[in-house]
């Protein structure tokens, strides 16, 4: 098996990927990685000292592959399965990338300042950027509504990239600042988490979300 993971299964971002290798049966190792166990923290920054996951190892071709999006561009060129995650027609194409780019940018990172706000010490926290965070969210969540008025998926289509992006980090975002009324995007939503490929990935995580902070 060439394909190696290093991940934490709590990791939106690893659960990105996550999915895609689920979504197409990849066969991959598996390396969680526990930053708070001093060698393993060592060990991974000698693999990649930028110190963020996930990362693949495709021993095979002798490539270390950084940063979820550019994983799953990767895993769809050389490892592709029933489910094209990036589409070959190049308009559908540029959607996914666009959707894919706008769920890291607009949900998940903002989603992420939410949770790691709330790990802070006290009298660390940073309440003008959380507030941010949570108009952003709430923009992204307008618009992410009104395009699902139609169609299942994001890119217009079937099941891609762009969903990989999203089904993580609404989940999370959702409980930090609750989609509400919007129709289109909780039915979405609800799609998402009877994905079996994202339905594995959240049983995987579910041992650990007692480390999510209320």
Request: one cysteine or more; a negative charge; hydrophobic letters at 40%.
């Amino acid at each position: 098996m060439s394909l190696r993971l290093y991940f934490h299964p709590l990791s939106s971002f690893c659960q990105k990927v996550l999915t895609a290798l689920y979504e197409n049966d990849t066969p991959f190792e598996r390396e969680v990685v526990n930053f708070m166990d001093p060698k393993e923290d060592a060990a991974f920054r000698q693999l990649w000292p930028i110190r963020k996951f996930p990362i693949l190892r495709d021993e095979a071709r002798d490539k270390l592959v950084p940063e979820s999006t550019t994983i799953i561009e990767y895993l769809d060129r050389h490892f592709p399965g029933r489910t094209h995650l990036i589409p070959a027609d190049p308009d559908l194409a540029w959607e996914t990338r666009f959707w894919d780019r706008f769920l890291d940018l607009y949900v998940h990172l903002p989603m992420q300042k939410i949770v790691t706000d709330r790990l802070r010490p006290a009298g660390g926290n940073d309440s003008f950027g959380v507030d941010q965070a949570k108009d952003q969210l709430a923009t992204a969540y307008d618009l992410l509504d009104e395009h699902m008025s139609s169609g299942e998926w994001l890119n217009g289509a079937g099941f891609s990239m762009a969903d990989c992006a999203a089904a993580a980090p609404l989940r999370f975002a959702d409980m930090m600042v609750p989609i509400g009324n919007r129709k289109n995007l909780t039915t979405y939503l609800e799609r998402l988490k009877t994905r079996p490929s994202f339905a594995r990935v959240w049983s995987e995580a579910e041992p650990y979300l007692a480390m999510v902070p209320k």
